[in-house]
């Protein structure tokens, strides 16, 4: 057997790459949350090094992928400790560095926020003072800023009548969960390397999971047409999120203007922490049923703390918003979803794009509301959850579910009917990005091969695997025949981006097309596949997704009372995949979703002092290790004549939940994440100091 | 100053600056597959072998190296049983970590090749995956101790 390139080590990455006579880049970033900057000294600089200052890029417009709220430097206002303001360019990546040190900034200190809670109050700084709409295709749903608020995005339900429905209940739970802002942390760091040509193009060589929605932004960035603007994509060590439109490739490019040299940017372990992160979120809960069990009304508000730059943010909050209600039938419910800015690093997409949040606060309410009914949280799961045929809140009526066999087969794991002490359960609903569209084409290439020109970007998740034997499969040949480059977008058919679990759904179903039309031409074929849908943003009417992300998870734990460690006996995880298709990679992709999770439940969470991140590397921000992960276990679910399920994500939102309520059987209620020592042993004296009500209440005041 | 090292085999000599760390000038004389990451010591993304022992080239400078033997995955042949067992075991996604990894568990297997799981687990707590490929690396470690020790068995 050939050993794997990525084995070898052969497998080249952004970090890698180089072009002739480049000049190598180090940023200059704020070092306060909030900020007016009075000076920007550069005269320490040694000679020969290029320095990029906002004037350099005075001429360029406001950008951001959903909300045109950001600038290629941020100019005389920084609104996040790590915001940047300046740029250096030299012959090495250290002389590069030291030249930013160099660089002193003047910087009068402003009032900062740093909660979004405290963001949404009428005597809250405001981060900008005004808003305007993209036009970048990622702005596809309606963005409803409110105006002279931090408030940059909010989004509704509206489903039945929640007063009329609380008014019929015989029990009703209420909560406030947080889950704080986290790291991605892909191993490879953001690393670009771009080029004006003599022929003024621009030319990018990055790691990014949106080529096109990059390309877009760069081309109005520096008034180009798009066809001039060139974005290469090679393997990613890993992205999760991190590498989602324009992040360091917009300053690249400008250093490459202002020195007329090629510009390569690696960022460095820390800086990772400041450039994306998590969405912070506060979610409120309020759930009530009929004394027998059945759901009768369900409202949340949530807040997504999107930072200091919208990013994605309006899109991460409404879909924390209609993955709110979970997979059960709810004749009344009410969603308000905020995306709010603080002074905080921009938070963005990050693998379960916002539903794991609100999961985790839905999926824990439904065991507070079983323990109040005295009622099993499995038979309570069981006689409430959506079958083909019901109908969402979003009005969109419910197709190919499996939640009632994910159900079963997580609690059968932990032998959950036999005794439910020190065990938890949950399931869960995502969506995929809708509407979506997908292109691609297929060529033959030589004696008896066949090129695959797509712009789905490999991140680790076997994208570029999985795409090989679909094609081989439709086109009756090896897998080894079909060629699959790096994304190149002057090669590639226009395509959205490589997120939301969307690749192997949508891309292979178009590849599908594209074979066929290949056989029937003889030498090349192109596939077109579009879903549509979309929501109202003021009622939440629509077709949130085309087909939904669908997942349980069963967690079975013990408590060390004096120290507060939960230790995992247990974790199972099955998904629900349609038909798989690339069964390693699936598996992988599952599995990596699964530790994550373990991550977000337990440890993993960025840490702030007055914005600033005070555990900016791997050793105080921990990450799941080999030792960590014994106990989890998942499957795959397959169904004859299904079709396929994005499944890139869904293992992550189940498994924080499942671990709650595993330790709220044993009366540790927990409402944050992660479920830390600290936290354990705060909840185990509220046991002590009362039942369940008393210790909510008591939160509240 | 100059400094001369055995690298996968072959001697080398480097003019480098007294600070300089190793992976650096690892990766100048084209050894891509050894990155750095997390440039504290933590991740194991930039693990090199030093005299058969795994190190972190971002702690470590270039001068440290002088007159010893560094082993990259570079160095290893084709038909080399780790490689193979990560292969066949598909331990890796994004693959940013498996040069680390194989050369942990080239290290941790010529110790003691019948290493068990959970030890194989504590062995490899300095290399980070973040795409959470740790099962199957694991499975990997178990098909090339295998391996080893079936050779190793047959030279006897």
């Not at chain 1, 794997?4 to 940023?27: C, F, I, K, N, W």
């Not at chain 1, 000679?47 to 430097?73: F, H, N, S």
């Not at chain 1, 693998?351 to 309410?365: D, F, K, L, P, V």
């Not at chain 2, 050894?34 to 702690?59: K, Y």
């Amino acid at each position: 057997m050939t050993p794997d390139p990525r084995a070898t080590g052969a497998q080249r990455y952004s970090v890698d790459a180089d072009m002739p006579g480049q000049l190598h880049a180090a940023l200059v970033r704020s070092t306060v949350a909030h900020g007016v900057v009075r000076s920007i000294d550069t005269s320490a600089v040694p000679p020969g090094t290029a320095v990029l200052v906002a004037q350099d890029v005075a001429d360029l417009p406001l950008y951001g992928c959903q909300i045109a709220d950001q600038r290629v430097l941020a100019g005389d206002r920084v609104r996040f400790a790590g915001d940047v303001v300046a740029a250096v360019a030299a012959p090495t990546a250290a002389e590069a560095r030291a030249a930013a040190q160099a660089v002193l900034v003047d910087i009068d200190e402003l009032p900062g926020v740093f909660d979004a809670l405290e963001a949404t109050r009428e005597d809250a700084p405001l981060l900008h003072e005004s808003l305007s709409v993209s036009d970048n295709e990622a702005a596809y749903f309606g963005i409803r800023p409110v105006r002279g608020t931090n408030i940059c995005h909010r989004f509704r339900i509206r489903h039945g009548d929640v007063d009329a429905g609380f008014a019929g209940a015989a029990v009703v739970v209420e909560g406030t969960f947080r889950t704080p802002s986290a790291a991605h942390a892909p191993m490879e760091p953001h690393a670009t390397v771009g080029r004006f040509t003599d022929d003024g193009r621009l030319e990018i060589v990055t790691g990014t999971q949106t080529p096109f929605n990059l390309r877009m932004e760069l081309a109005a960035l520096f008034g180009m047409d798009e066809e001039d603007v060139r974005v290469v994509v090679p393997p990613m060590g890993g992205s999760f999120g991190a590498k989602t439109f324009t992040r360091i490739e917009a300053i690249v490019a400008a250093l490459a203007r202002k020195t007329g040299r090629p510009i390569k940017l690696v960022l460095d372990r820390t800086e990772e922490f400041v450039t994306l992160n998590r969405h912070p979120s506060i979610v409120q809960v309020r759930l009530g049923a009929t004394a027998q069990g059945d759901l009768v009304a369900k409202a949340v508000t949530c807040w997504a703390d999107t930072g200091a730059y919208a990013d994605c943010g309006p899109g991460v909050a409404q879909k924390m918003g209609f993955a709110a209600p979970g997979p059960y039938r709810l004749p009344h419910c009410s969603v308000d979803a905020y995306a709010v800015y603080t002074n905080t690093p921009p938070n963005g997409a990050y693998r379960g794009y916002g539903a794991m949040q609100s999961i985790w606060a839905s999926e824990r309410t439904m065991d507070m509301l079983a323990a109040k009914l005295g009622m099993s949280p499995l038979d309570l799961r069981r006689r409430n959850l959506l079958r083909d045929g019901d109908i969402y809140p979003t009005g969109e009526t419910m197709h190919d579910t499996c939640f009632a066999e994910l159900l079963e087969r997580a609690a059968t794991a932990v032998d959950y009917e036999a005794d439910p002490t020190g065990k938890g359960l949950s399931l869960i609903m995502k969506g995929m990005q809708t509407p979506s569209r997908a292109a691609i084409a297929v060529e033959r290439e030589g004696e008896d091969g066949y090129v695959v020109r797509c712009a789905t970007t490999e991140i680790g998740q076997g994208s570029r695997r999985t795409l090989q034997l679909l094609a081989a499969e439709q086109l009756g040949c090896r897998p080894e025949q079909i060629r699959v480059p790096d994304p190149d977008t002057d090669r590639v058919p226009f395509d959205t981006r490589t997120t939301s679990s969307r690749s192997t759904a949508m891309m292979g179903r178009a590849l599908v097309v594209a074979c066929a039309a290949l056989l029937e031409d003889g030498r090349r074929g192109y596939g077109e596949i579009s879903e549509p849908g979309g929501l109202d943003p003021d009622t939440g009417q629509g077709i949130a997704s085309s087909h939904w992300h669908q997942a349980a998870a069963a967690a079975e734990v013990s408590v060390d009372e004096e120290t507060g460690v939960v230790r995992l006996a247990r974790v199972h995880c099955p998904v629900y995949a349609g038909r798989v298709v690339n069964a390693p990679g699936a598996d992988l992709q599952n599995e990596g979703a699964m530790f994550m999770g373990l991550g977000t439940a337990l440890f993993e969470a960025i840490d702030f002092s007055q914005g600033q991140v005070t555990n900016a590397n791997l050793s105080d921000y921990n990450i799941p290790t080999a030792e960590d992960v014994g106990a989890c276990t998942h499957e795959l679910v397959e169904r004859e004549g299904a079709p396929i399920h994005g499944l890139g994500e869904t293992a992550l939102p189940p498994v924080p939940p499942a671990i709650g309520n595993a330790l709220a059987s044993l009366g540790i209620e927990l409402y944050d994440l992660p479920m830390t020592s600290e936290r354990v042993l705060a909840a185990i004296d509220r046991r002590a100091a009362g039942p369940v009500d008393a210790a909510l209440e008591a939160r509240e005041s | 100053m100059r400094v001369g090292f055995v690298l996968d085999d072959a001697p080398v000599e480097v003019e480098v600056a007294a600070d300089q760390m190793l992976v650096d000038a690892l990766r100048d004389l084209g050894r891509l597959s050894v990155r750095q990451t997390c440039g504290i010591g933590v991740c194991g993304a930039c693990t090199v072998l030093v005299d058969g022992e795994p190190a972190s080239g971002c702690l470590m400078l270039t001068a440290q190296v002088e007159g010893r033997s560094v082993t990259t995955v570079d160095g290893l042949p084709s038909e080399d049983p780790v490689l193979a067992a990560f292969t066949e075991a598909h331990a890796f996604q994004c693959g940013w970590c498996t040069p680390g990894m194989v050369l942990t568990v080239k290290a941790m297997l010529a110790d003691d090749a019948t290493v068990q799981r959970d030890e194989a687990a504590a062995a490899l707590g300095g290399n980070l995956c973040r795409c959470g490929c740790y099962s199957r690396i694991l499975d990997a470690v178990d098909l090339a101790a295998q391996q080893i020790t079936s050779r190793s068995s047959k030279e006897q």
